[in-house]
Nanobody, 126 residues
Framework: VQLQASGGGLVQAGGSLRLSCAASGRTFSRYRMGWFRQAPGKEREFVAG????????YYADSVKGRFTISRDNAENTVYLQMNYLKPEDTAVYYCATAASVWGTIVTTTLGSYDYWGQGTQVTVSS
C-alpha cells in the first residue's frame, strides 16, 4: 500500500491550500481515510476523517468550519481543502488509511490507521 501526499507549501495567514493523497495497492473505496498533522515538538494529531463512501466526515475542533475533507473513489484520492489558514496550522500533514474495511464511523485514533503517507509540509506565515 502506498499513499502519496502532495499540495503543501508556504501560504500567508488567511490563505488556502488543497492537499491531495493518492492511494495504491489496496481497494481504496473500502477504507476510511484520515488526515493527521504533526507540528515540531508536538505529537501527531487527528485533523479530519472520512468514511469509505464519503457520506460521513469528522473534524478536529481546531479546524472545524475551515477545513473540508473529501474523496474521489474513482481516482483513489482523498483531499483536504484548507481555508482561512492560521500560523498554528503549520505542520507536516499526513494521510492515512484505516486498518479495517467499510465503517461509517470516522475514527480519530492513530492506532486505527495502518498505512501512512510520507507527509507534506504546510507552513502558514503571519
Amino acid at each position: 500500500v502506498q499513499l502519496q501526499a502532495s499540495g503543501g507549501g508556504l501560504v500567508q495567514a488567511g490563505g488556502s491550500l488543497r492537499l491531495s493523497c493518492a492511494a495504491s495497492g489496496r481497494t481504496f473505496s473500502r477504507y476510511r481515510m484520515g488526515w493527521f498533522r504533526q507540528a515540531p515538538g508536538k505529537e501527531r494529531e487527528f485533523v479530519a476523517g472520512i468514511s469509505w463512501s464519503g457520506s460521513s466526515t469528522y473534524y478536529a475542533d481546531s479546524v472545524k468550519g475551515r477545513f473540508t475533507i473529501s474523496r474521489d473513489n474513482a481516482e483513489n484520492t482523498v483531499y483536504l481543502q484548507m481555508n482561512y489558514l492560521k500560523p498554528e496550522d503549520t505542520a507536516v500533514y499526513y494521510c492515512a488509511t484505516a486498518a479495517s474495511v467499510w465503517g461509517t464511523i470516522v475514527t480519530t485514533t492513530l492506532g486505527s490507521y495502518d498505512y501512512w503517507g510520507q507527509g507534506t509540509q504546510v507552513t502558514v506565515s503571519s
